[in-house]
């Protein structure tokens, strides 16, 4: 190796050491450690352990119907909330796209709810829909219907959740954003001299240009979604309040690990599971972006 090559090597290791340090810290090691503990029975109240092989596995797939609830309930909330969020992101994206004046007020006004802290969000939100005095209830009761439990009832505590978690949907509506504003403009001139419709102006140019962006957006928003935890350990009590019915899988994962029974052996585990579950919904996603998304041409 010559002395200009080792003098690189030098310096890209001075200048990118703290960043591959970190890496290789806090992204690879904890990811072989967590795989390593998945098959023991490792305790935060007692750090040692043995090994148990797929026990672990076994025991949340055959055994325990926390862990199915806990599944079901990710998957409800997760359709919902990633479903609702894209529309109203494209919907905002689109209504932002136009060229009026103060536009950039808008625009910060609708992403402004994702730069406030959680913990707001959802003392905001539970005060809106508080059975006994919230807002809702009050403005429900002046038009002569009868409020409802919200959060306190096991039959609604998810329809709250999902509608408190829609109100942070600035990042893909600033992607929709961008995308909108590289679609050309004579392809509307062109479609409105043709009669076009807003809708099939929307199904022949609009949608085919974004779709790429479309399909991003929807995988960013379903493993968001799945993985959901500060609301819903806000709102939920952190026990899935009232009656699980707010349980959701990553909140049940803490639980199982930083709370009784202390198990970092078994909550490894479910943090394998619940990887593989977001490897083939992203691999199914991919499957279904193959029928909607264009390329340029």
Do not use: C
């Amino acid at each position: 190796m010559s002395v200009r090559n080792r003098k690189d090597t030098r310096n890209f290791f001075l200048f990118s050491g703290i960043s591959i340090f970190g890496f290789l810290a806090f992204y690879v090691y904890p990811i072989f450690r967590t795989i390593f503990l998945s098959f023991t029975n490792t305790s935060i109240m007692d750090p040692l352990h043995d090994f148990v092989g797929w026990k672990n596995f076994k025991r949340a797939i055959l055994y325990d119907d926390v862990f199915h609830l806990a599944l079901k309930n990710t998957f409800k909330y997760a359709i919902f909330v990633a479903a609702l969020k894209l529309a109203l992101a494209l919907l905002a994206a689109m209504l932002l796209n136009n060229k009026i004046r103060g536009i950039g007020i808008f625009r910060a006004i609708f992403f402004l709810p994702f730069i406030i802290p959680t913990f707001a969000v959802s003392y905001v939100f539970r005060f809106f829909f508080h059975p006994a005095n919230g807002l809702v209830n009050q403005m429900l009761k002046k038009v002569g219907v009868e409020g409802i439990g919200w959060y306190a009832d096991s039959k609604t505590a998810m329809i709250t959740l999902v509608i408190s978690s829609l109100w942070g949907f600035g990042v893909p509506m600033l992607i929709f954003l961008a995308a909108l504003q590289q679609v050309p403009k004579e392809l509307y001139e062109v479609a409105n001299l043709d009669g076009a419709t807003r809708w099939q102006q929307f199904r022949v140019i609009t949608f085919p240009a974004i779709s790429a962006v479309f399909l991003f957006n929807v995988i960013l928003s379903t493993v968001d979604s799945l993985k959901s935890f500060d609301l819903a350990f806000l709102m939920g009590h952190g026990e899935g309040y009232p009656a699980n019915s707010t349980l959701l899988y990553s909140v049940y994962l803490f639980n199982q690990a930083f709370r009784n029974p202390w198990s970092l052996g078994y909550a490894s585990a479910l943090a394998l599971i619940f990887f593989v579950v977001l490897l083939v919904l992203t691999a199914i996603n991919f499957g279904l972006g193959r029928l909607y998304v264009k390329n340029e041409n």
